[in-house]
């Protein structure tokens, strides 16, 4: 059974920083973890779910949302299988749920991804 599980969610205040880490789950997937590009999506109160940053397999390809580009930074580590996002100068526009997602194969189309997360609280109060 596939399984993504956020951590590292939690309140900081206008200007911090936070590191969230999404960590898979599930013999076969884990097994392939290294064919899916990664994303990080998030959903704010009221608004559609959007793509925040994507990484592909190998981890030579990013892609960044323009509202957090030179902020946030993803990464991955295909032998422990996580996938990372660090937050910086955060502002109360990324007030949150931060979901971390997976889609087999090109990073083209991690916008629509295969599995999900269930979701991380981030809080930026100014």
């Known amino acids: 059974q596939v399984q993504l599980v956020e951590s590292g969610g939690g309140s900081v205040q206008a200007g911090g920083s936070l590191r969230l880490s999404c960590a898979a789950s599930?013999?076969?997937?884990?097994?392939?973890?290294?064919?899916?590009?990664m994303g990080w999506f998030r959903q704010a109160p009221g608004k559609d779910r959007e793509l925040v940053a994507a990484i592909s397999y190998i981890g030579g390809t990013l892609r960044y949302a323009e509202s957090v580009k030179g902020r946030f930074t993803i990464s991955r580590d295909n032998f422990k299988k996580t996938v990372d996002l660090q937050m910086d100068t955060l502002n109360s526009e990324d007030t949150g749920v931060y979901y971390c997602?997976?889609?087999?194969?090109?990073?083209?189309?991690?916008?629509?991804?295969?599995?999900w997360g269930q979701g991380t609280q981030v809080t930026v109060s100014s």
């Open positions: 599930g013999r076969a997937f884990e097994r392939a973890f290294v064919t899916y590009s």
């Open positions: 997602a997976a889609r087999r194969g090109n990073i083209a189309q991690i916008s629509e991804p295969d599995y």
